[in-house]
């Protein structure tokens, strides 16, 4: 039998964090919450891949449980970007040459945790075709008797956004909660995003991102996306009908 540290890899898994630079405890605090977030992506993926096929084997209870759980790991992942905030000042200046052009947007899991997520968005280091949750849900409320085209206009849109307020209003079970479990998903990401602009604002101000891009200015672009705009819609009209 595999004691602790041999089943947990520990000798190997705790000789992965090499600092390069002077600012040595500033810089292993940063690589192990990196670490750290690429594990829980690793986690994420395995949940939203079963997730996907629950759905596409018309389990609605088991993907509310994978997806609760890619939630709870979100709630960690944002959660410990105050170990990033709380860096020491000029400690990520010091730091900062040993990195290069690292940047966390090269980081293929997260591309590959949005793939899985939607069909709508794809970045040069996600998978060209997965199997999304988005469709895989579209397509389980089409098997349960909801209208969802596949379509791409404006006006396919405008129909599945009426689809899910009727989910809303006649299902109120797991067809309802797995919306809503979807949404904390979407909801979690841009949370994600936004604490980690503000964690690069403490840090880097208005300079140059690691990765040659515009540094803030480049990660606040990006908290206007959204996995489900239509489930963003949908709920917003549905709230807009209930009496106060």
Partial sequence: MAGYSEYLKLDE???LQQPRSRSGRTELAFILVHQVCELWFKLMIT???LAIGALDEDDPATALRCLRRVHEVERLLI???ILIDHLEPGGFADMRP???TASAA???QFATIVALSTSTRRTP???KRVRDLWSAFCDHLERAGFDMPAETSE??????MSTVVRVYREERGLLAELCEALLDHDHALVTWRHRHVLAAARHIGENPGTGGTDGV???QRSLSRRLYPELWSARTSFEATVPV
């Fill in 13 to 15: 898994l705790l000789t």
């Fill in 79 to 81: 959660e410990q970007l």
């Fill in 98 to 100: 040993a990195l290069g």
């Fill in 155 to 160: 006006a396919a849109g405008q129909h599945r």
């Fill in 47 to 49: 949940d939203l891949g």
């Fill in 106 to 108: 090269e980081s293929q």
């Fill in 217 to 219: 200015a480049y990660l």
């Fill in 125 to 127: 280091q996600a998978p």
